[in-house]
């Protein structure tokens, strides 16, 4: 593997899938692979399940990991060709990124969208100028548009419950993934990524339902079941992946904010008792009711805990291509 | 040992500051205890001595530390059962805490008290709930009223300095916590906690004084003599501990702030020639003069050194009983 | 080697040089040297190149780094004697300084000048504290004044490019400094260091340029050319060393800031081909253009790339001479 930005840096989903679970089990089996050799995760944003997650993968292949909070440790980096840097940008990308691409081997960078202006964030700007400029092999911990490492856990969290308890009769099991409300705009990475890995895996009946107004953009939605119906999609479903995100179209916003969209008992009823995935953070009793959380059909502790095999297997890829 | 939250989690006092002081003797003699697991050190808040002697104590044994600044690089958590997180909190300790439960062998958190409300701090809810919902042992790194790797520190640093320089005639060396002037408004950790290890402990005579209205709370102070006369109390004392706390009845508060009370070289001359310790950090010549730290008595170097030893020590134990 | 802090810590710089360029050509020959040391990197001031650098330096040679940003996530220091500290500051440097000493084997510490008052800066204050009471040696990641790990990879730079392309002719290169405009007022620290190399190493005809007003101290600058005059200064130049600083008589001041001094394509025409250095970060169209910085002429990336050599060489002579 060259880099991590999105599926289409993944010639078989499945393959991937099987070398983090072969790592859930074993999780020091390749314990020297990453010997003398130094990934860098460079955070223009908070994280917490992806930054120690991330560290903790690293470490397990023997590599050494450091982490550098751009936000709070650093100063505001440039983008923009051509820039007189007379403003408060400190460093272009274009001088910082070949210096860290110098010191790391593999350099792995979240950073969020402003969801102020859809035709920036859509350009996937930082990372992309990031990957030309640092000359080593680029890993998202979730860019503007897009979070593979929280959607390749989904696909390995689901695979590891399909392995456990197998569907009895329909093949491919039913996934909805739900809007939900919030309190503050949100990106819309989770949710495209985890559209753009469920169409991509293929192994699923994948149904996506949302208010109007919050479609998603078409290029990571094209070929799932769209619905504003929550019930409908609800019914039958086996897993139901619950998660707010603000307006695509008319970018950054907050339409409608229904609590009757919160995901609570008596919706999860509707479907064939389904498994029920949020990638945390969870705003409790705005998106998810806690009767939901802390009962048995909840795996989001599970989820966030296969967090470490995703970040394991792509990185033991990437070294190994290296 | 299951957790180290105050003293009750100790079942020998004296065979643990043993253990501390052979780590002392032989820093590396459990190098490989801990190789392949993981601590996690979780800041609400922020430290210098704490966090670089556990870290450093964890790696003396093999293993991992990972720091992790949750005011910082983080968000805020909610601790609130059945909270509806409209608000500011982020996410609620019942999804972060077994998260971090799976990524972490022993979990290690520092979280101080709002000092605004009473009952809350004294329910200790915060290092409580993660107690309840991260499945791990659990460290405390000073919590809302009590700083338990400080005051094994303590109790490491005056039993040091008893074998390097025996006491003649009484057996019970005299210890005296006095309240000494600060700026702010401090929690009472340090002193309720040296204060319930002193009486546990029982190897001493325990001498509480401070200001009227100053009264610590009964449950940990129980068996110690206090008096609101400083002079008599440093009488013939052979460790004389200063700290600053504010009012515990009318909580949170600062009441009587009398420079008269900071330990002086004179006040010192009451005294046996007493060691003189304090927790650090201190306010010079607002608590303690300089001629005092600066002169023959004062172990405050020696005590903050300790912090390793104490840390290293409870580590250890907890991954003996894992 | 007993601490770093100025070229006066060096005995042999092309000694030290060439200890750099061997970790280079095979940065882990000595990787057991520092097994079981550790280095505590102090950042008083932000920083991403002299923190990641060193920290990745130190572990080449098997030492422990761990990184304390005292600024973020500990507490304001007091460094003056008797103070009576009822003020913002937490703790005194001789309390805290000689903790740090006791948890470290190698100090390293970077604090940057305020640029109000010049007798204070100039007096190294902050440093020269830490350095009488840590009790271990003392590693400047850029104090008040100086900035001798950048100035040692300058010059590792510089011999490496004359290593690779001897000069013909002329047996001593010429560098020049020149100074260039910002939008800041900056410390004199880069500009002092390079200035103090460059004659102690004495292999190079060395001139500094500047406007008018722009004197650095003579401590610094005795034995160079200075001239007002830049084209002058550029003529024949081999190396360009450009970099913005305050003023230092009239103490950290912004007086002429004529856009006419920042390095053009046609401004490098004037030299013999000459090489162009910046520490970075760097202000793209202000200091330095665009087609100078993405030009052939730019060692930039190199230069930033060697603050590994330069930190592994000076950590592991400070090693062998524990």
């Known amino acids: 593997m060259k880099q991590f930005i999105s599926v289409h840096d993944v010639t078989d989903i499945d393959a991937l899938v099987a070398k983090a679970l072969a790592y859930k089990?074993?999780?020091?089996?390749?314990?020297?692979?990453?010997?003398?050799?130094?990934?860098?995760?460079?955070?223009?944003?908070?994280?917490?399940?992806?930054?120690?997650?991330?560290?903790?993968?690293?470490?397990?292949?023997?590599?050494?990991?450091?982490?550098?909070?751009?936000?709070?440790?650093?100063?505001?980096?440039?983008?923009?060709?051509?820039?007189?840097?007379?403003?408060?940008?400190?460093?272009?990308?274009?001088?910082?990124?070949?210096?860290?691409?110098?010191?790391?081997?593999?350099?792995?960078?979240?950073?969020?969208?402003?969801?102020?202006?859809?035709?920036?964030?859509?350009?996937?700007?930082?990372?992309?100028?990031?990957?030309?400029?640092?000359?080593?092999?680029?890993?998202?911990?979730?860019?503007?548009?897009?979070?593979?490492?929280?959607?390749?856990?989904?696909?390995?969290?689901?695979?590891?419950?399909?392995?456990?308890?197998?569907?009895?009769?329909?093949?491919?099991?039913?996934?909805?993934?739900?809007?939900?409300?919030?309190?503050?705009?949100?990106?819309?990475?989770?949710?495209?990524?985890?559209?753009?890995?469920?169409?991509?895996?293929?192994?699923?009946?994948?149904?996506?339902?949302?208010?109007?107004?919050?479609e998603l953009a078409e290029q990571f939605t094209k070929g799932a079941t769209i619905t504003h119906n929550q019930d409908e999609a609800l019914k039958n479903a086996n897993f139901v992946y619950v998660k707010n995100w603000s307006t695509y179209k008319d970018y950054g916003k907050i339409y409608e904010n229904d609590p009757g969209w919160m995901l609570t008992e008596k919706k999860l009823q509707l479907t064939n008792n389904a498994k029920v995935m949020h990638c945390l953070p969870v705003r409790r009793n705005v998106e998810l009711s806690d009767e939901v959380l802390d009962g048995p059909n909840s795996i989001v502790t599970q989820e966030a805990a296969n967090r470490v095999w995703a970040a394991q297997a792509v990185i033991a890829s990437i070294l190994e291509g290296l």
């Open 25 to 214: 089990a074993e999780p020091f089996k390749d314990r020297t692979l990453g010997v003398g050799k130094r990934i860098g995760l460079l955070f223009l944003n908070p994280s917490l399940r992806t930054r120690l997650s991330t560290q903790i993968a690293a470490k397990n292949i023997g590599m050494e990991a450091i982490v550098f909070n751009v936000d709070k440790e650093g100063w505001a980096l440039e983008f923009e060709e051509g820039a007189i840097m007379s403003g408060n940008t400190v460093e272009h990308v274009k001088d910082a990124a070949p210096i860290l691409g110098n010191y790391f081997d593999i350099l792995c960078i979240r950073t969020f969208p402003s969801l102020k202006n859809r035709e920036d964030d859509y350009s996937e700007l930082y990372i992309t100028e990031f990957i030309k400029y640092c000359g080593v092999p680029v890993v998202s911990l979730e860019s503007a548009t897009l979070h593979p490492l929280q959607s390749l856990t989904d696909v390995i969290t689901i695979k590891e419950q399909l392995n456990q308890n197998p569907l009895s009769g329909n093949p491919k099991p039913k996934v909805v993934l739900t809007w939900a409300p919030h309190v503050k705009a949100l990106p819309q990475c989770v949710a495209n990524s985890f559209s753009q890995w469920m169409n991509a895996w293929g192994e699923v009946d994948f149904v996506i339902t949302h208010p109007e107004d919050y």
